[in-house]
């Protein structure tokens, strides 16, 4: 069998709208200038289509035309790294997932620790974000819920009011002390304001002061936060410096 129909009858089986590149194909390094001819040509012939560099996919058909890779599946390829997360997304795209916000970007922010994230995806740009941790599978709850904290003032259409419950209702997620102690040192790497917000709001949920109090070590007691917020919303604001 020829490397070209090597890797005709491997793309068979793979099902249409699934990102592919060389390494799912097993092409050895030998094999690398027979493989490139040979996808050229299947791209060519419409077997297969292009998503960015190195990757493609098989076309789905449906009553309407071809139907392209969902987005998510597209952008898959920028959070893993050998199979490991390394990313995630965040900024209004985020917000927009999480139902603070209406509006959908036309960017996507991308966070890593490791590296800046850059790209397209179709029409789509991405973009780069800062983490402020190492990203893995079983952080990424927590890093998302800290971005709503540090981007509380600036999420577009949310009132202070939706924003605080969603906060307060989410915080309860976090249910057992092994999760709280997770959030607290993910917290604890963020700007001063998250650290504060943060522990003013695992006090208001009567969370064992000793799991925050390394929080309210960390800010400055003579700086203020600004949030904006009325006592209504957040009763010991003032316990954490927040306005």
């Known amino acids: 069998m020829t490397v070209a129909q090597n890797i005709k009858q491997k793309i068979n089986r793979i099902d249409t709208g ?24 299947l791209t060519a012939e419409g077997i297969i289509r292009r998503a960015k560099k190195g990757i493609y996919y098989k076309p789905k058909q449906s009553a309407f035309g ?8 597209l952008l ?3 959070l893993f790294d050998d199979n490991k997360q390394i990313a995630y997304i965040t900024g209004i795209r985020l917000y927009n997932r999480l139902g603070l916000t209406t509006q959908v970007p036309n960017s996507v922010r991308v966070a ?16 780069p974000a800062k983490s402020y941790v190492k990203v893995t599978q079983g952080n990424i709850r927590f890093l998302e ?4 904290i540090k981007d509380l003032n600036v999420i577009p259409d949310l009132t202070k009011k939706d924003g605080f419950d969603y906060l307060k209702s989410e915080i309860t997620r976090f249910d057992n002390n ?21 522990g003013a709001l695992l006090e208001d949920s009567n969370i064992d002061s000793a799991h925050y109090k390394s929080l309210k070590d960390a800010i400055n007691p003579m700086s203020q936060y600004q949030y904006g917020i009325s006592p209504k919303l957040l009763p010991n604001a003032n316990n954490w410096n927040i306005v």
């Open 112 to 127: 890593s620790s490791e590296k800046q994230v850059k790209g397209k995806v179709g029409n789509l740009l991405i973009k």
């Open 76 to 78: 898959s390829r920028y």
């Open 66 to 73: 071809e139907v392209k890779p969902r987005e998510e599946a």
């Open 18 to 41: 699934t990102l592919f590149g060389y390494a799912a194909l097993g092409i050895t390094p030998d094999e690398a200038l027979a493989a490139s001819k040979a996808i050229s040509r």
């Open 145 to 148: 819920f800290l971005d709503v």
């Open 178 to 198: 092994k999760e709280v102690k997770k959030l607290v040192s993910y917290g604890l790497e963020y700007p001063p304001k998250v650290k504060a917000l943060l």
